[in-house]
């Protein structure tokens, strides 16, 4: 079935990188555009990032403009989200997640996603 | 990219009717037909209620409605169940190929 199933999740350090993976399985990833969102402790969702179907488009959300980068490898379905200079902050529930598609067009909107990978940033 | 405002909470009794609000600007709201809304029980996996405003992925039932007007978008669920309980998340499309969410709203059924 179609599933997106996150990794790379855990305790680092402020100032420290971690490397969150995505793996999708069910559909034809290399034609969807992706995205990771986050949810904060007590707090709501947070869109982090969108990368296009072929990688050639890269955009960021501002809290981590600048310190992300999105990526992805279509020969092995997979996503990733190169985090450095983690903060504090930072500390949350990465989703990755799927923009759906409908007649032929792009959605906007998410359609499916993983259950999530915790990054918890704290010395 | 502020977020969109949504009440912290709302709550019904089964059968009951509630709206959820979600407030944003011209920026996104108001300027882009591409509000969705996810329903989020803790610990799973957020799912797509609507999309474009007011289209329903399969299998949403139809006691859930949309809306949308000027800067204010807006979910309605009727005959409130009890597995209606989670948070509400609406999302815009904004400007600059960015998303920006609401703040959430936590529905209790009473």
């Known amino acids: 079935q179609v599933q997106l199933v996150e990794s790379g999740g855990g305790v680092v350090q402020p100032g420290r990188s971690l490397r969150l993976s995505c793996a999708a399985s069910?559909?034809?990833?290399?034609?969807?555009?992706m995205h990771w969102v986050r949810q904060t402790p007590g707090k709501g969702l947070e869109w982090v990032a969108v990368?296009?179907?072929?990688?050639?488009?890269?955009y960021y959300g501002g809290s981590v403009n600048g310190r992300c980068t999105i990526s992805r490898d279509n020969s092995k379905n997979t996503l990733y989200l190169q985090m450095n200079s983690l903060r504090t902050e930072d500390t949350a529930v990465y989703y990755c997640?799927?923009?759906?598609?409908?007649?032929?067009?792009?959605?906007?909107?998410?359609?499916?996603w993983g259950q999530g990978t915790m990054v918890t940033v704290s010395s | 990219q502020s977020a969109l405002t949504q009440p912290r909470s709302v709550s019904g009794s089964p059968g009951q009717s509630v709206s959820i609000s979600c407030t944003g600007t011209s920026s996104d709201v108001g300027g882009y037909n591409y509000v969705s809304w996810y329903q989020h029980h803790p610990g799973k996996a957020p799912k797509l209620m609507f999309y474009d405003v007011n289209r329903r992925p399969s299998g949403v039932p139809d006691r859930f409605s949309v809306s949308k007007s000027g800067n204010t978008a807006s979910l309605t669920i009727s005959g409130l169940q009890a597995e209606d309980e989670a948070d509400y998340y609406c999302?815009?499309?904004?400007?600059?190929?960015?998303?920006?969410f609401g703040g959430g709203t936590k529905l209790t059924v009473l």
């Open positions: 990368i296009s179907y072929d990688g050639s488009n890269k």
């Open positions: 999302c815009s499309y904004a400007d600059s190929y960015t998303w920006v």
């Open positions: 997640g799927r923009e759906g598609q409908s007649s032929g067009y792009y959605m906007r909107a998410f359609d499916i």
């Open positions: 069910g559909f034809t990833f290399s034609s969807y555009h």
